[in-house]
């Protein structure tokens, strides 16, 4: 009865796991990351992660200076153009004083103290990324996508498959395979990259193309699945709140409670 009331628990979430492609990157056989290359510099993308957080790492293959202009970089998703633009920094402040209570007779009664603090973040734009020769330089920018994207898929795109688990046995689970002309999400990644000599400035841009190429949908953690246990760079997912987990978690709880009850109550009594 305690398994089954976790396995309820289990089920309040739904999970996406989505495998991307590109026709214009390499993908990593070993890592599952996009790798774009050139004379001048090594581009690597990798995604994995929650909401596929996306990291780029730079290599600079010059013996002189390369520099990565942030402001005029973005993710492109159809055309809407979000700029790669931003870091957040951590403040922190504080105050303090005292204040003076007098009776109605206008006699001294209380002094007292108080400190306060405050802290959070903010985001300060960092423009321009510097990168020495011979030499490499690694970012973590936005974070792709969201699960509602998936929502409006029709069912009839999924086929039933038997997905591998790490610590249990398998589960059939729905999943959906894409070619470029009908991926539900495909997007750009468009960085611009620059040369200064002799206070010259000397652009040129880079433009990778990704598309979703799989996807599947089940109510396990997508940890425990066999296909995200290297963590590659191509893979990412989201989860979301099912109706039917919102209403059950209640009950859910109410039922672990009630075997924990009843387990103790079953205990013969030490004398």
């Known amino acids: ?10 089920s309040c979430s739904r999970y996406y796991v989505s495998s991307l492609e590109s026709s214009t990157a390499r993908k990593s056989e070993e ?3 996009f790798i774009f290359e050139n004379d001048t510099l090594a581009v690597t993308y990798n995604f994995n992660g ?42 922190k402040a504080g105050t303090s004083g005292y204040s003076m209570n007098f009776s109605n007779d206008k006699a001294f009664n ?9 802290k959070g973040s903010a985001t300060l734009p960092e423009e321009i990324s510097f990168i020495p020769p011979k030499s490499r330089i690694s970012k973590t920018l936005l974070k792709l996508a969201e699960a509602h994207n998936y929502k409006s898929l029709a069912d009839s795109v999924y086929k039933k498959s038997f997905i591998s688990l790490n610590d249990r046995p398998g589960i059939w689970a729905k999943a959906a395979t894409f070619s470029p002309q009908n991926s539900p999400l495909s997007f750009k990644s468009y960085l611009t990259v620059y040369t200064e000599q002799e206070n ?4 040129f841009s880079l433009v990778q193309d990704f598309y979703l190429s799989g996807l599947i949908k089940s109510f396990v953690n997508p940890k425990s699945m ?3 246990e290297q963590k590659p760079g191509n893979i990412f997912y989201n989860s979301e709140s099912t109706g039917y987990g919102k ?17 103790e109550a079953s205990q013969p009594v030490s004398k």
């Open 1 to 10: 009865m305690l398994f089954s009331a976790a396995l309820l628990l289990s």
């Open 31 to 33: 890592t599952g990351a």
């Open 247 to 263: 209403a059950m978690t209640g009950v859910a709880i109410g039922a672990i409670v009630v075997v924990g009850a009843a387990a």
């Open 226 to 228: 066999t296909l995200l």
């Open 50 to 91: 929650e909401n596929a957080p996306i990291s780029i790492e730079m290599y600079n293959k010059l013996n002189e200076p390369l520099y990565i202009d942030w402001q005029k970089s973005a993710l492109i998703k159809g055309d809407k153009a979000v700029s790669f633009l931003g870091r957040t920094v951590s403040f």
């Open 200 to 203: 010259k400035r000397k652009n």
């Open 110 to 118: 209380d002094l007292t103290f108080y400190d306060a603090a405050l």
